[in-house]
């Protein structure tokens, strides 16, 4: 199994630029999310879906949209890109435990975008 | 939004040496993980803790759960080079949305 894929691992876009960033995932997880690290910083959370078709805003959502037609994939766009979204964007996805209810994350390898 | 702060946010150790970080919130949550992340990679999975006063064992790492279940310690014994990295404590929520604290980020000189 390759995991979560994300593509490309890096990018320097201008500003005004769209671009979407892809994430796919091969585990059959119900939940997928996509969080942004800011240097010395945790992740935070941008969207976040928990089937296809269903997806909600998380912490910072302002400046991106994601769709959720499938499974598997979870794109997620930058419109009108801005040097405040220079960060490294990694996807995620997640089962829940059976017995425990709580799930566990597995990530992609990020992307490493820069805005100039 | 669950609020995770995490101390120290940076440490630098010599190998061999003991260190204790910690991951604090006013919340009280169901459970707790801990996920490292090294340069250039997602963060992985480390453990993940359920019960108020549980305390898990992973070779050198030591983690526990406070009792009132709003607080967690991540403890190394005898810290090696592999252990660099940040360390990440993440709450999840009812609809398994992840929230991540602040970090830690270790550095063990040989």
């Known amino acids: 199994n390759a995991g979560v894929t994300q593509t490309p691992k890096f990018r320097i876009l201008k500003i005004g630029q769209s671009m979407t960033l892809q994430c796919a995932q091969d585990m059959n997880h119900n939940y997928m999310y996509w969080y942004r690290q800011d240097p010395g910083m945790g992740l935070k959370l941008i969207y976040y879906?928990?089937?296809?078709?269903?997806?909600d805003k998380g912490e910072v959502p302002n400046g991106y949209n994601v769709s959720r037609s499938t499974t598997e994939d979870f794109p997620l766009r930058l419109e009108l890109a801005a040097p405040s979204q220079t960060s490294v964007y990694f996807c995620a996805s997640s089962y829940l435990h059976p017995r425990s209810g709580v799930g566990e994350a597995f990530f992609g390898q990020g992307t490493r975008l820069t805005v100039v | 939004t669950q609020l995770l702060e995490q101390s120290p946010q940076f440490l630098s150790i010599q190998e061999g040496e003991n260190l204790t970080v910690y991951c604090n919130s006013s919340s009280v949550f169901s459970s707790l993980q801990w996920y490292r992340q090294e340069p250039g990679e997602g963060p992985v999975l480390l453990v993940t803790v359920v019960t108020g006063g549980e305390v898990k064992k992973l070779k050198r790492l030591t983690f526990q759960f406070g009792d009132a279940r709003k607080d967690s310690s991540l403890h190394i014994t005898a810290a090696q080079p592999g252990d660099t990295g940040l360390y990440l404590c993440?709450?999840?929520?009812?609809?398994?949305?992840?929230?991540f604290g602040t970090g830690t980020s270790l550095t063990v000189i040989p």
């Open positions: 879906s928990v089937g296809a078709g269903i997806t």
């Open positions: 993440a709450s999840s929520s009812n609809r398994n949305q992840f929230y």
